[in-house]
């Protein structure tokens, strides 16, 4: 997080514009581009832990999770049912490379995020795990959890009338 001052800045440093209003309104920007979930790229990390992005959606037969996963690989990805909660955690390791010291790059910026992550949700209903299906492809992970036959029997259709 920035510690500069939040009051706007209304003579510019360097190339900084001169009206405060935009000057404030570059500075909000900024500050929103600290905070996880905002900014222009937003940035799916929560307190320095990287946190995958997920759809999840139903039919009457399943219940299905998919997890962005850029970069991370099948290997470092780890799937459990403990209950009813669902976990998915894995690593998104450093791209590394081995080079002579005189060929080393010299990074400016570094914006993607590497490390640990995890993700856990209740689930519903029980499920059994013999029919729990998980499929990794292309940077996507997607969980497909069947629903008892109870649950689809449970679910019934309602009819939304016109309100007089």
Known sequence: ???ESWLPRLWGEGQEPRDPFTAMR???????????????F????????LTPRMDVSETDKELRIT???????QKDISVTLTG??????GEKRTESETKSADKEPTYH????????????????YDIDLANVD??????????????????????KQIEIKKAA
């Open 1 to 3: 997080m920035k510690t």
């Open 26 to 40: 570059r500075q909000m920007e900024e500050m929103f581009d600290d905070l996880p979930g905002f900014g222009r």
């Open 42 to 49: 937003s940035k799916s990390t929560t307190n320095g832990i």
């Open 67 to 73: 997890a962005e996963l850029p970069g991370v690989e």
């Open 84 to 89: 009813d909660v669902l976990t998915i955690k």
């Open 109 to 124: 910026r570094i914006e993607r995020s590497y490390g640990s992550f995890q993700r856990t949700m209740s689930v519903p």
């Open 134 to 155: 998980a499929k990794f492809k292309d940077g996507l992970l997607t969980v497909t959890l069947p629903k008892p036959a109870e649950v689809q029997k449970m679910a």
